[in-house]
């Protein structure tokens, strides 16, 4: 499988960028901390509706994944070392990659954030092992159609906001569904397992579509 | 010329008959007649948008500038019925249901449709490089099918929607009286035919606009 051998390689190198210079990380963790702060004041102390619990958990991960996701290819634009990368790999171990580091980077993050929103909302978790799955589905669905956005959006040659109008319209029916499925966990009234279901297919989905489109973005 | 004298009669004929000859349907009264408006516009964004993302596919695949121009007419044409749609759906659904807004799933799939094609153009205009501009149009065109199946399928499990089908699945065919469908189908043919009328328009409007540049551009180098 030299893809996916290729693959790792590049998620180690990006890895080990990452680890050098931390700033796609605490720009993240920072985002979420901040509107999870914000969202968390402004509720104070009431205790909140599972379904609006559930809402306010995805909007703070969709803007954080949004806002630290998009330095993915621009980093490597600005670097200079896009050529390097185009002449090492061939476009799908690229790809696979540069989703496998995303998908790292919202899994810290999530490790981080759900369980301080958790504690700041005052929200119980009626089925915990059924809500991990929605959240690490959820963030990995977040993670792979956003990388085929940031790739576009780093040719675009345009930075900022092009990427959250690109990424939302792709995203909504994963934001709906894992919106769906939190709230089913938080209240716990009945089953989850369609709601997963859902999510694994949208990642199936996403994974397959950007792996097909991703050579025509990457090479120009 | 011929073509656009019938469809002009036969678009006013069918105005006429939507207040005339059509009767008021049972269950939903006199807003009913709204049928013969909403229905083509929402059929013709999904046609027009179809065509977009065919084309934009087919430039995908062989590059040719000419069908990414394609894919723009086609997606600004979707947008313009897309809007009509669902300003005539709301208008309807402030009558029947009493807002002109409550997230049906009908709604939000329509609204979702919309921020696509938004998103869209925005990506258009912050790309200045025509061949990549193309290109990562396209490939934003064929990504954005990608939430189709999940809106079409999973939304309406979710939510159950209020809005009325035409089509009756279980007794197949339409549920509809017989000079209601006779001015049903007519709306939607003559609404097919202005697609196809404002498409070649459009399409003519842009040949015309290349040449006057290329013709400008000779004369500068000339003189």
Known sequence: MP??????????????????????????????????VAVSFAVGGVVLDAGLAAALLWVILFFAAMAGLSRTFVQEEEAGTVTALKLAARPEPVFIGKYLFNVTLL???AVLVVPLFLVLIHQTVAYPFPF????????????????????????????????????????????????????????????????????????????????????????? | MFWQILLGIWMTAVILASFLYMPATQGLGQTGRIIVYHVPAAWLAVLAYLMSMLNAVGYLRRGELRLDRQARINAE?????????????????RAAWGWYWNWDPRQTSIAVLLVIYAAYFVQRSAVSDQDRRARLSAVYSVLSFLTVPFLVFVVPRVYTSLHPDVINLEQGGFDMDRKMLVVFLAALAGFTGLYAWMYKLVTRLEALLDKMEEKRGEAESVG
């Open chain 1, 3 to 36: 893809w996916v051998s290729r693959g790792l390689a590049i998620w180690c190198k990006d890895l080990r960028i990452e680890f050098r210079t931390r700033y796609a990380y605490s720009a993240l963790l920072m985002f979420a901390f901040t509107t999870l």
């Open chain 2, 77 to 93: 044409l979707g947008t313009v019925f897309c809007l009509l749609a669902t300003v005539t759906g709301a208008i309807w659904s």
């Open chain 1, 132 to 220: 991990l799955a929605v959240v690490l589905l959820g963030v990995a669905g977040l993670a792979g159609a956003s990388t085929i956005v940031a790739a576009i959006v780093a040719r675009a040659g345009t930075r900022g906001p092009l990427m959250t109008v690109l990424a939302f319209p792709i995203l909504l029916p994963l934001l709906l569904g894992a919106i769906c499925g939190t709230r089913t966990c938080f209240a716990g009234e009945r089953a989850v397992a369609a709601d997963i279901l859902f999510l694994f297919c949208y990642n199936g989905a996403a994974l397959a579509v950007s792996l097909l489109l991703f050579p025509y973005v990457w090479d120009e």
């Open chain 1, 107 to 109: 899994f810290s993050l």
